[in-house]
């Protein structure tokens, strides 16, 4: 995980995680990250600093820290797969599905490719992509 200070065309700044450096790009490019203050997504990185510690407590502080957002996402995980239906790799069919038809739905979750995803917000289908941890490492 990386976090990342961030700055909106608004000029306010503000905290992210993302899995790596990689797929902040990716969320970047795909338009997917937003401004916390005003939804814009005319967002970039600002410069920052290299924790530099000496001591050991700190990067104990943030190992433990790293730790405790992994378990947070699985249990995040665990609620989904509970309260929600996994439709796979139809999941752009399925959302499509219950907006343009109306369906009820208790909810879906499901793999989508980029481009699905691009189409599924050009048509005014909200969707969100979240990191999908596997397990919490020892």
């Given at each position: ?35 916390i ?7 970039e ?94």
């Amino acid at each position: 995980m990386i976090k990342y200070n961030l700055v909106c065309k608004c000029k306010k700044t503000f905290e992210s995680w993302f899995l790596n450096s990689a797929e902040y790009e990716t969320l970047k490019k795909k338009k997917l990250i937003n401004c916390i203050y005003c939804n814009s997504n005319k967002i970039e990185k600002t410069i920052m600093a290299p924790n530099l510690s000496v001591r050991s407590n700190k990067k104990s502080k943030k190992n433990k820290l790293e730790k405790n957002i992994k378990k947070q996402l699985v249990e995040f995980k665990k609620y989904i797969e509970k309260n929600y239906e996994d439709v796979g790799s139809n999941f752009a069919q399925e959302a499509r599905s219950i907006h343009y038809d109306n369906k009820n739905s208790k909810g879906i979750y499901g793999k989508a490719t980029a481009e699905e995803t691009d189409e599924l917000l050009d048509e005014g289908i909200e969707v969100t992509t979240i990191p999908w941890i596997k397990k919490v490492e020892n």
